[in-house]
């Protein structure tokens, strides 16, 4: 089959299939990743204006939700008005090293979410999730607390549909992901993703990788 034909199968399989264990992201429940939403998508946002909007795009990427909390509250938005704005939009947070006050900000985590997303690190997948963190809450809130979360996928072994799970990852992402393999270290990472993409959004790509040896 030609290259284009495999990843736009691969791009469409991981359109259709639901979730599985070795998904980047939680269950996705409409949340919209500032770093890589546009301006419609932003504008739909509590609290966020035209203003707020255009300043944000031009600074993005953020490296993690408490960067952009600060820099909007430097906007003139309230912590109360930015609760309200992450029920639509956020930077999801790591599941193994996020801290304390990443996990703070995500809408109705609070501090014991915050004890027991840690007492269970690392996690290796999201059925491990789900079944220690219902331990605490329903169903339903463990799934609004999922989509807030992503597990990072190993470079070296991760599937299209993991790769294809990074916010704003598409074919080229996954090509050149996949064309570097085996990655002994994430300098090399960052050295042959630096070819197509500048430091800050290799650094946000970094996010969700990690390398497992």
Known sequence: ??????????????????????????????LVDPNVATEAQLLAVPHL???????????RPFMNIVELNTWL?????????????YTKMFIHVNLNISPREEILLIPRAGNRMARE???????????????EI??????QEVAHLEQYTFIPIDLNTA??????????????????????RPYPNIEKFRREMGKYWNEK?????????????
Do not use: C, W
């Not at 299209?160 to 570097?180: C, H, M, Q, T």
């Not at 959004?201 to 040896?213: C, D, G, N």
């Open 134 to 139: 219902g331990k605490y809450v329903n169903e």
């Open 49 to 59: 204006n035209a203003t707020v909007v255009k300043a944000l795009m031009e600074k």
């Open 159 to 180: 599937s299209d549909s993991a790769i294809l799970s990074i916010p704003n990852a598409g074919p080229r992402v996954l090509r050149e992901f996949k064309e570097y």
């Open 201 to 213: 959004e290799v650094a946000r790509l970094e996010r969700y990788v990690t390398i497992k040896q």
């Open 73 to 85: 509250l430097t906007q003139g938005l309230t912590q109360q008005q930015l609760g309200e704005s």
């Open 117 to 131: 997303f840690d007492e269970y690190k690392p996690y290796v997948n999201y059925a491990q999730f789900r079944r």
């Open 1 to 30: 089959m030609h290259r284009t034909k495999v990843l736009q199968f691969a791009l469409a399989a991981a359109a259709l299939a639901p979730l599985s264990a070795s998904a980047q992201l939680g269950r996705q429940m409409g």
